[in-house]
């Protein structure tokens, strides 16, 4: 897969997610990670969705992976604190902290 065919595929599963339909979108979202586990978008919006099911620790797992990559979001570095913060593991929030310098 190419660089304009992910961005076509992240674009769908956004529109997916607008739509409320968060299957298509998760669908759509491991198609990427199949070719490209490295897509930080595409965890990020996998984090999203994991997230808003309750799934924390998925998210948790999904934005470490995107906050491996060096085009991580800082909406992905606040959102791991977050959940860091929220599942009771305010130390891993401030080493991410650390880190983000």
Do not use: W
């Given at each position: 897969?190419?660089?304009s065919?992910?961005?076509?595929?992240?674009?769908?599963?956004?529109?997916?997610?607008?739509?409320?339909?968060?299957?298509?979108?998760?669908?759509?979202?491991?198609?990427?990670?199949?070719?490209?586990s490295?897509?930080?978008?595409?965890?990020?919006?996998?984090?999203?969705?994991?997230?808003?099911?309750?799934?924390?620790?998925?998210?948790?797992?999904?934005?470490?992976?995107?906050?491996k990559?060096?085009?991580?979001?800082?909406?992905?570095l606040?959102?791991?604190?977050?959940?860091?913060?929220?599942?009771?593991?305010?130390?891993?929030?401030?080493?991410?902290?650390?880190?983000?310098r």
């Amino acid at each position: 897969m190419n660089a304009s065919q992910e961005s076509a595929l992240l674009l769908l599963a956004q529109k997916y997610l607008q739509a409320r339909n968060a299957d298509l979108a998760k669908k759509t979202l491991f198609k990427i990670l199949q070719t490209n586990s490295n897509s930080s978008r595409a965890n990020e919006l996998l984090a999203h969705i994991e997230g808003g099911l309750g799934n924390t620790a998925t998210a948790i797992d999904f934005l470490n992976a995107a906050c491996k990559q060096k085009n991580c979001s800082a909406e992905a570095l606040y959102n791991l604190g977050k959940y860091y913060v929220d599942s009771d593991q305010p130390l891993k929030a401030i080493d991410l902290l650390k880190k983000s310098r």
